[in-house]
């Protein structure tokens, strides 16, 4: 079963439908790739996933909550939503007055309300677990692109969502770096997550994504295995 | 001849000058020069006070005596406005040629200034509400209790004395008018002024009487500047010429001021006695050296005032500017309005007029003690613009930030106390020093509602000395003292916390 289907979903921006009808779907333990080039909508389909794009047409159900047409989810959909995805930024945006181990256990103190001491072993074992465990007490303006991100990821896994979205990761990395990212998105889909990845970098996709769906102009104009879009 | 035809249109062009300006000036001073008089018509009648029926004429004794003293030199009167506060440094500019508003001789003005020969004596007598008659007769009456005057006259230096003899608290005042409405509201027990001023404040409240016991004597005198000896002296001719002829009876009778007393002080003058009437009634001036010591206890306990003030004033400041900034960026359409006419009234309205309408304007409603109205009107002006520095910090919180606590699920609430509220903090630290510096400036303004801060125990020690020299290096050094430390902690916080 699929944790994650867009039904025939639209974004509108003023009188611009920048998402047209996109429908695609992702089951856990997949890790699926939104293709496409710069201003396509694969970026706008990640914020509408991740309750920050109100969406004017169709449905988006995850892990059994389902998004309407109408304003931006409230409340305790709002609540349920975030309980079930995270969201790496392309530029991370890592909280900038704290520490990177702050950054990852202050919302599982806060929104789950997991006791500090737990919470921060846990957020240790994370940035353990991304290999930037010796960053955990620097500032956020202190690390590279890649710790960064990293530090990202672990703070989006801290609430434990099934669902995972990345946005343009490959950005900030320099070459010999995607290849350890495309890895540990592999392993974190492996344990059973559903990591969507917005990325223009087709190389990538094809290190690590097990479908891929092409975009271009808010449209999904291809879909299927990587190996068969990316021929 | 190229110089010739300079003369002629030199020439020319002064005569029409000349023609042009008799025009517009009145026609009796096209011969006669003018005397330029100082006054403050704020004081009122009957000393200076301006024409109901033209504001821009003034009457009272003083102004009559400014003519007659003018007619007797010749010249022409004209008035100067002039804050009383103001007068003495002024006449020692020179900026007028004598100034006349009831001004009270005293030693420190003799020493600095040229002073005329008194021409009204007075009495200084305490003020009472009406209940009161039987309990407070005299000063001595009133231990722990309240006495209000204007600051810097013979009536604070024998309060001043009061208050170590008698235990009495003085309260001082800028004007005249509030210490009487003052004590009719019950914010202060009594007032010592002279009788001049003490007959009016009876007249104007009907539950105050003037207890007939005299506390003091003191005598109106003209200012010149130092330099203006020889006038000074024809002046005093003058007014002894008048005081013989009855044209100062006359004045003083047309003002309801005539008594007993103005006969005796003319009779004693007259005699040549014009030492006796100069005879101080207080104490001769101490050295600058001695007055600064004795000055500095209370120029130190001023400034703790200040200090105590200002950060009390900034903490409400910016408790209510959070408030405030926070109902701005998250309130409902109605809370955002009513919060922004609140910002921009504050802003553009003098905080001397917020003070005002405080501490005088609500007093028939809420009778709030003076410090509690100072802390107040700065806390809440400053409040103002505190809102608008976390405001604008808030806003500069980047939308990222912002987009990373909303999808780990922090409520409004959280994103603000968490993320927002702390970042945009550090945007609004240097600024906020700023204002507290400011501030820390701006409690001088104070003084008007009878809290004696720092600036106020300057001028009064200024007033009393005849000097603003010590006193302005003494009061600066003292403000020096309290802000930099203010602006080298600001430093420190802000590197501490400055990381982009």
Sequence with gaps: MSTLVLNSVKVHRGPREVIQDVSLSAASGELLAIMGASGSGKTTILRALAGLEPIAGGTIDIDGIQLKAGGLPRGALLRDLHRRVGIVFQFHHLFAHMTALHNVWLAPVHVLRRPRAEAERAARALLEMLGVAERADSMPHELSGGEAQ???????????????????????????????????????????????????????????????????????IREGRTSDVLE | MRSHSHCVRAASLFVFLALALSHVAPADAQSRPELRWGGDAEGGAPFVEADPNDPSHVVGFDVEIATLLAEGLGRVPRFVQVGFTSLDALAARGDFDIGLSGIEDSPARRARLAVTIPYYEFREILTVRAADRDRFRTLADLRGRKVATLGATLAYDLLVAAQSRDGVVPVTYEDDVHPYSDLALGRIDAVVLDEVLALRGVRRNATLINQPAELGVGHYVGLLAPSQGPLRDRMNELLREAMRDGRLEAIFKRWNMWNEDQPRLYARLLAGAASEAAAPAQPAPASAWEATRRYLPALFRAAVITLILSCASMFLAVVAGVLIASGRVYGSRPVQ????????????????????????????????????AALIGLGLNYAAYESEIYRGALEAVPTGQLDAARTLGFSNRQTLVLVRGPQAFRLALAPMTNDFVALLKDSSLVSVITVVELTKETSIFAANIGSWVVPGALCAAIYLMMSLPLARLARRIEKGWRRP
């Design chain 1, 150 to 220: 990293r530090v990202a990821i672990a703070r989006a896994l801290a609430v434990e969502p099934p669902v995972l979205l990345m946005d343009e990761p490959t950005a900030s990395l320099d070459p010999a770096r995607r290849g350890d990212l495309a890895a540990t998105l592999r392993e974190l889909a492996a344990q059973g997550r559903t990591v969507v990845v917005a990325t223009h970098d087709a190389e990538f996709a094809r290190a690590c994504a097990h479908r891929v769906v092409m975009v271009e102009g808010g449209r999904v």
């Design chain 2, 337 to 372: 309005a009513l919060l922004t006419a609140y910002v921009e009234i504050i802003r553009g309205t003098p905080l001397l007029l917020q003070l005002f309408v405080l501490y005088f304007g609500l007093a028939s409603v809420v009778q709030l003690p003076a410090f509690v």
